[in-house]
């Protein structure tokens, strides 16, 4: 153990990449990029680090936040409930908790939207606790190092990985332990392609020196995607568009869109164009203009959408419900899903 986590520490020192969030032992700005991280790169979540703490510098700031600025703030890094969640979780420590962040793991864990993961990060580097982190990039490591052949998703596999972690755990320095194994396991111990032959670690490897590096970590489930038909509606006129807030418990919730039919199956064009939503959208107008997009697909974790746009330019809209009536100059000031949000940049005004 002391030759692979001496070796960690020492590639470490040397390669790390300059990030902000290790410059600093505030709980606050290490869980704000640590919960940015969560499925998304460093490339793409470190623009919106810097802008998010520009706007929210303290968790007094974030707590305060009306949320529609907040989700506009996070349109585009996907995954929107980490965002509402941080804005519960804010609230929580700013009404029960006295403005101050909690420093115990097990209190770290009541706020909303920490797991276990999260609660490790920041109490080992903000607070030197001695609880060790697994992500995918250490569950990778440990894996093919220690030849933990149980599949990472099973209990008994999450058990013997747990506790190879913690015997690995340096007690005088934990937060730098925990960053040390992460970036060696994102930079190095690679999912495809690692380069093995140049690592020092290969003569104690275990998938290495049996040849299982492509194998490991193993796994037991492979993750079933639902399908989702979404028609979107794009009614405007020269100046204006009608837009609706998701409210229900889904994707994308208290995000703005198109209004919205979902289906069970794919549509034929007359029926796309002749449905309820249709009727009560048009409200006995005739359009000027009508044009269904072709098939956009959109790929989420769980989830494929297969998007289509009907596009009514309209004499003059009408809108009711939670339905509203937009200047097309105002489009930016709404946090919309990617997929809508491509399609406005590409079709409005032309």
Same mark, same amino acid.
């Given at each position: ?221 492979? /993750?079933?995607?639902?399908?989702? &038909? +979404?028609?979107?509606?794009? *009614?405007?006129?020269?100046? !204006?568009? $009608? @837009? ?60 494929? /959408?297969?998007?289509?746009?009907? &596009? +009514?330019?309209?004499?003059? *809209?009408?809108?009711?419900? !939670?339905? $509203? @009536? ?25």
């Amino acid at each position: 153990m002391t030759h692979f986590t001496h070796y960690i520490y020492q590639w470490y020192d040397q390669n790390q990449r300059a990030l902000p969030w290790r410059l600093t032992r505030d709980p606050y700005l290490i869980w704000v990029a640590e919960t940015i991280l969560q499925q998304t790169r460093i490339s793409q979540g470190l623009p919106y680090y810097h802008r998010f703490v520009g706007r929210f510098p303290d968790i007094h700031s974030l707590a305060a936040a009306p949320e529609d600025e907040l989700m506009k703030m996070w349109e585009g890094l996907g995954y929107y409930s980490r965002a509402r969640n941080m804005h519960a979780a804010a609230r929580m420590v700013v009404n029960e908790m006295g403005g101050i962040f909690p420093q115990e793991y097990e209190n770290l864990r009541r706020l909303k939207g920490v797991g276990n993961y999260t609660a490790a990060a920041v109490a080992s580097i903000a607070f030197g606790k001695p609880y060790p982190v697994i992500d995918g990039n250490i569950t990778r490591l440990f894996s093919r190092y220690f030849g933990i052949l149980e599949p990472a998703d099973t209990p008994k596999g999450k058990n013997t990985l747990a506790g190879k972690t913690r015997e690995a755990m340096n007690h005088s320095d934990p937060g730098y332990h925990n960053q040390a194994m992460m970036e060696f396991g994102a930079l190095c111990c690679v999912p495809k392609n690692p380069s093995c032959h140049d690592c020092l670690l290969k003569d104690s490897c275990f998938a290495f020196l049996n040849g299982m590096t492509g194998l490991l970590p193993l796994k037991n489930k492979k /993750i079933a995607r639902r399908i989702r &038909r +979404f028609y979107f509606y794009l *009614l405007e006129n020269k100046e !204006n568009i $009608i @837009i609706e807030k998701r409210e229900n418990a889904d994707i994308w919730r208290n995000l703005y869109q198109l209004p919205l039919l979902e289906a069970e199956e794919d549509l034929a064009d007359a029926a796309i164009l002749s449905n309820y939503l249709t009727r009560e959208l048009l409200a006995g107008e005739k359009p000027a203009v009508q044009k269904i997009s072709n098939t956009l697909r959109h790929e989420l974790t769980h989830q494929i /959408i297969r998007a289509k746009f009907v &596009r +009514f330019k309209m004499p003059k *809209l009408k809108a009711s419900g !939670n339905r $509203i @009536i937009i200047n097309k100059k105002e489009i930016h000031k709404f946090a919309f899903p990617v997929l809508v949000r491509n399609y406005l940049a590409g079709t409005v005004d032309k």
